[in-house]
């Protein structure tokens, strides 16, 4: 479905992209994640053919991205929501359908479905007295005008208020269980946790991991033990009166915490373990850059 | 590009625009638009005349003076009576007695002026006879020299016609010039015809046959010898030309402030990207916004030469015209960061093409460099004077093709990458330069293709000097012909360079350098356009663009242009990709090389 192989893209001296590589299947949803300036953005624009690859290629749906039919089959959202804030809601987008050749009336009938799953009640006002978040909806909602196979959304939930960033999250779910592709980049990782099949985290202009979030966890992160004593034991945190943790990377430390505890007259009294969630993972693989 | 789109796109610019302006605004502009159509006639028709009436004349009803006087605007005919100049009530008094003014500056004026109404009364009397040959016996073609001295006084020749008879203006007319005490007469001009042709044809041929007797009046010190040199001839004051141009070119200045707008408002904030990832293509946008810009000023234009008696040639004439000032427009537009910015792009593209198609314009009836400007067409379509295809191609083509070639610019930087930064004027200038260079002839190509700016910025040169001394005017006009035409030939290699558009190698450059060499010497022969209203006969054009011709005829002197730009263009190529410092001195240096070589052709056409 989509296919970017070997992908560069420079400005000027600056190389932003550097030999990108990743496939994404149908109805499967990919997120890209990394630090700002990573190439994310980059990635995403030459997927939606807005930028030329300088070497590299990007197929989406047997089209290669500078080939103006592959817009046919794309949905492109960007980080901000650029509307033409004179416009209605309806007008805008009836304006975008008609670019893309819909029928009017197959037009209006998927304006009216994606406005009403999106909750944006307001349709005949100018989108310039919108909040920021309606706009938003606007912005997605013309990305579906032409029911494209392969929808790219650039942080699509970027300054929003936690109502609409839900509503937002759960649609790109959805579209995805229709048989969209979807590739999309965010900061929020736990937005990125819960809606992507897999991940692939860009550090620098390259992919410094990729792959589902259990293999990238199995990959880049790392279990811990959390001890608790009832005793004081070297490199322990008191949490609560009588009760102190040490974290610990292995059962060999484990084993070890329990020889100390007992040497000073005490006893280990509980064991945690704890997996690496996917910030920890991406602050791990970046280098701590966010 | 699809039509469909692009018409698509029309559409909703068009709506856009007109739903962007509140009720009370769009009723003032339709207002002002028909206040402005309703006036272009009313001021064509009814131009004011500069000091009209500024001249009494004492002059009795059944006098045969009283005619030109009527016939005269600056003239009022007063009641003769008696001491009618001494009693101040008239400047010049007709009567028996003769002519008598009043011993001051006005009185003086004023006889002046009666003097040339008179003379041009007999001239329109002896033009409408059956008889032309016996009307105007002989004809006399008057040709300006330079005038090196200054003339003290010492006259020969007659046609004072102070003595009543039919008299004519013999062809020799003698400068007097004082030098250490002494004194010279200088034969200046003079062609008589024989008696039976008339051949005036010169710009400035003229007669002067009195049928009524054009008096000297009686002025302290004049003497009664009435001046008969070319400089007597002056030009109509050009009062229609000029309301033409400002009544055509006002609109074009509104329509483009609403343009520049709209361009810059899809950069604001990327409001424009979302259509680049739409199936329109670049071109589909382009043309898209800036069809009912361009179709409104073709309306605009079209009222307004409906209302001012224009026909359909003036209207096509203005729409290259049109197509730069959107043109150049757009591109301000694109390189502009911000309204701020934007408003300065336009004023200079108003101030810009307004003095380019105004200026020359203004001198449609007096002088053939008017021919550089669309408005003359107009002027000359209102006048029904003829004009050929010829003038009407310089005229229009290289006003058309420049506005081709800043859409084509424009197209090169419509894109994600270009469109949406925020670098300085100047580099977003040389993106848009280097965008469409991708090899040795794509940059041979648009170089050919910058030649109309050249053709359009040396014609305004020539029409800006023309009125000054030759001396200053043409070593001028060959400096600026230099500068023109190498930074046509070399700034967008620069770009290329600086646009790492081209792998950094003296080879490389050596190549673009021959293919903006030939591109140039191809495009140049655009030039030739000139030679079809006799454009380089005029001195400062001669200097212009003399040296084009030397490409017609002769192998040797077709080589010699081509030679000239090939070295030069190579110069400032080799420069231009060791960066800028060593481009500006390469470019001095290809300026200096073609500098001298027009001096020399200059110096070979004498």
Known sequence: ?290 | MTPRRTLRVARWEATRGVSGVDRRTAVLLAVALLVLAALAPLLVAFAPTPGAGVYRVAVADGDPYRAPVDATPQLRAVDPGANAVASGRADVAIGAGGVRIADTEKGRAALATFRDAVTAYNDRLMASEGDQAAAFPVVVNLTYVERSAVRVGGTAGSGDGSSGASGTTTGATSAGTTSAGTTSATTTSGTTTSATTTSATSETATSATSETAAPDGERPGSGGDGPATPSDITPPFPLRSLLYAFVFLLPLNVVIQAYGSSVIDERIDRRGEPLLVSPASRGDIVVGKALPYFLGAVAVTAVVAAAVGAGVRSVVALLPLAGLFLGVTFLGALFARSYKELTFVTVTVSVGLMAYAFVPAVFTEVHPIAAISPLSVVVRDIRGDPFSLGAFLLATAPVALAAAVCYGLGLGVYREEDLFTQKRLPAKALDALAAPLSSAWRVGLWTAAFVPFVLIAELFAVAALFVVPEAFAIPVVLALVALVEEAAKSLHVYAGFANARFPDTDRVALAVGVAAGVGFFVGEKLLLLTRLVDLPNVAVGGAAFGGVELGVGSLALLVAPLALHVAAATTSALGARRGRRWYALAFCCAVGLHLAYDYAVVSVLG
């Open chain 1, 1 to 290: 479905m989509l296919s970017v192989s070997g992908l560069t893209k420079t400005y000027g001296d600056v190389e932003a992209v550097r030999g990108i590589s990743f496939d994404v299947d149908d109805g499967e949803v990919f997120g890209l994640v990394g630090p700002n300036g990573a190439g994310k953005t980059s990635t995403l624009k030459t997927l939606a053919g807005l930028l030329e690859p300088t070497s590299g290629s990007v197929v989406v749906n047997g089209y290669d991205s500078t080939d103006p039919e592959m817009r046919r089959t794309l949905g492109f959202l960007p980080e901000d929501s650029p509307l033409y804030e004179d416009m209605t809601p309806r007008s805008y987008l009836r304006f975008f359908a008609d670019l893309y050749d819909v029928p009017r009336e197959t037009a209006d009938d998927r304006i009216a479905a994606a406005l009403d799953r999106l909750a944006l009640d307001v349709r005949d006002r100018p989108v310039g007295d919108f909040s920021k978040g309606m706009k938003r909806k606007v912005a997605i909602a013309r990305s579906l005008v032409n029911d494209p196979d392969v929808l790219v959304y650039d942080e699509p939930a970027s300054g929003l208020d936690p109502t609409t960033t839900n509503v937002v999250v759960e649609f790109t779910r959805e579209l995805a269980e229709r048989g969209k592709t979807v590739v999309f980049s965010a900061h929020d990782l736990y937005h990125v946790e819960s809606v992507c099949d897999r991940v692939a985290i860009v550090s620098n202009g390259e992919i410094a991991a990729q792959g589902t979030l259990a293999d990238i966890r199995a990959d880049h992160g790392r279990v811990e033990y959390h001890v608790f004593a009832d005793v004081p034991l070297d490199g322990a945190t008191e949490v609560e009166p009588g009760r102190y943790r040490l974290a610990v990377e292995s059962m060999a430390g484990v084993e070890d915490a329990r020889v100390r505890a007992a040497d000073a007259g005490g006893e280990l009294v509980d064991i945690r373990t704890r997996e690496s969630t996917l910030e920890d993972v991406f602050l791990a693989v970046t280098g701590g850059e966010a």
